[in-house]
């Protein structure tokens, strides 16, 4: 598996794969196909399209879940990012949820999938929303390696299919207007940018899916030692009343925290971060709507709902 992951990155690095972009690990794999309104080449975009979504979808139960995690304790509190540290907050919840009673959530620690295994039903929304985005981790975890290496020779072996693509001669025998025939080559060498960077995205998302199923299996052991004395921050929170994880995070945590000027402070950078990512996502998103009322039809042919919203 290692070395086949290593043939496609260089495979993927030797076509002139973007590096910079697929250096960016918190975004996703990009899996729109702007259509062509060309048969032959849009046929071939959207096969890529389904695989790259495939990718997006392991990409995502990596990264958006653990960051929900993060969301949902607060971790803002936490000068350094830590999943062990929001597991804590996680199980210690689920006891104060359980009136101070970790056994009423028949909590299981495994060495093996599915590793965490507990009842939070019955529990505060954001209590069970951790348990779902936990959930969703490891099963990422568990099933990702098979999924991205499928993907990755089925991507591979479409790139070598698209090699024997006329391109040229499909575009000239389109039945679409002369304006579509003269931007589909461009729209294109687009697809096949996003085609490209996909590849190269591949091995670094497995990079990080075989360091987090290493790191989970070693935090086994403490966690068994987190749910052994969940009780004693359980029930004080319980009978403090505080059930939702920002509060046992706030109250409760007893490791290295920051100080409230240093979390307010965080926040607020975060916010203002935050207001610049929408400015630009909002911008985007005038820019394309424009762009559609020119052309007179929608550019985006191969979507899909997120993988989250599936």
Known sequence: NAEYMG?????????????????????GIDYEMSTTHVPDLDDFCGKASTILEAMEHVRAGLGDTVEGIYELVDADWLPELKLLEAIKIFIW????????KISNARPQILSEAPYITLDASECRVQVYEINQNLTEY??????????LIEAGKALEELVEQGK????????????????????????????????????????????????AVADLKELIPQLKE??????????????????????????HYTGPKRTKEEYKKVKKEKEEKDKKKNKKKDKKKKDKKDKKGKEGKDCLLYTSPSPRDS
Do not use: W
């Open 93 to 100: 919840s689920v006891s104060a949820n359980k009136e101070g």
């Open 138 to 147: 490891i099963k990422a975890l568990v099933e990702g390696p098979g999924k």
């Open 226 to 251: 987190v749910v052994k004395d969940a009780d004693k921050i359980g029930k004080e929170a319980f009978d403090a009343g505080h059930l939702l994880p920002q509060e046992i995070m706030e109250f």
């Open 164 to 211: 024997t693509l006329n391109v040229k001669e499909s575009i000239q025998n389109a039945n679409c207007s002369p304006m579509d025939k003269l931007k589909a080559a461009g729209k294109y060498a687009g697809n096949m940018n996003k085609v490209k960077n996909g590849l190269t995205r591949l091995k670094e998302v497995m990079e990080i899916l075989n360091k």
């Open 7 to 27: 043939k496609i990155y260089s495979n993927t690095m030797g076509c002139g794969g973007g590096k910079e972009e697929g250096a960016k690990k918190k975004d």
